[in-house]
């Protein structure tokens, strides 16, 4: 099963993840993330990404296929993929598509987290990660520990591209750039949305009755 979840930035992509991997034993693969984790390790790679992500830009549609490329092509002992973050233009949408066709695959669901656009401001600036294990916090709903030092040992930092300027810039590439893909895979029938603003407890309950009966 490939299961895409979409939906803008702050929308809590990162923080259903967790429970959608554990519940239907799938292999996530969050492109954000792998930028990260290369920009923190100095690679060619995260130097290409890191003037793209600061501005809250998205990166050359070609880098992020070929990425995707390599991470679907590894021996996968799970039941399928949750694609975070990916696909984020109807260009990737294609690439996706011609991608698993060649292995005779297919999308199963677009999982579409639906969020007012007021909400997701409040989301990204509050935002606090841990720089080591990824785990997240928000300063109003979640508050990370005061001296703000992850159980991990990892230091909990503020995301680049979580100040006012670049959040305000990655919602308007958003409408854009990847809204078009959510009518992309409504066109295809692939389509389940749910609503993104209640409680992490409350749309977890919301995104396994829209998967109902998906796997
Ligand atoms: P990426 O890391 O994918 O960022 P994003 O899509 O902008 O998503 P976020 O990580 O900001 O938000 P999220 O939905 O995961 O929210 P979270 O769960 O953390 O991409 C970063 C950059 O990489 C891009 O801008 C681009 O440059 C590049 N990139 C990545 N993929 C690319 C691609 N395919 N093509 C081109 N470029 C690409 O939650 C947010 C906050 O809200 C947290 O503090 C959390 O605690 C809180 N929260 C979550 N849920 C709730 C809730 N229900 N109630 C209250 N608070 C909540």
Redesign the pocket.
Known sequence: MILILL?P???????QTAALVKNYQLTPI????I?RANLAANTPLGLE?KN??SQ????PDDL?VRLVADRLSQPNPTKGYLL?????TVF?AEALEKMLAEKNQKVGVCLLLDIPDNELMV??T??RVCRSCGS???LT??PPPADLKCQCGGEIYQRD?DGEAAASN?LKVYQAQTQPVATWYQDRGLLRAVS?S???EA?EKSISEALAGAF
């Open positions: 939906g930035p702050g929308a809590g992509k990162g923080t969050s492109t954000g993330d930028f990404a793209y992500m809250g830009l998205l990166a992020v975070d973050g990916f696909p984020r990737q989301r990204l509050g935002r997240v916090w928000h709903f979640s591209d990655r993104a209640g409680t992490p749309v």
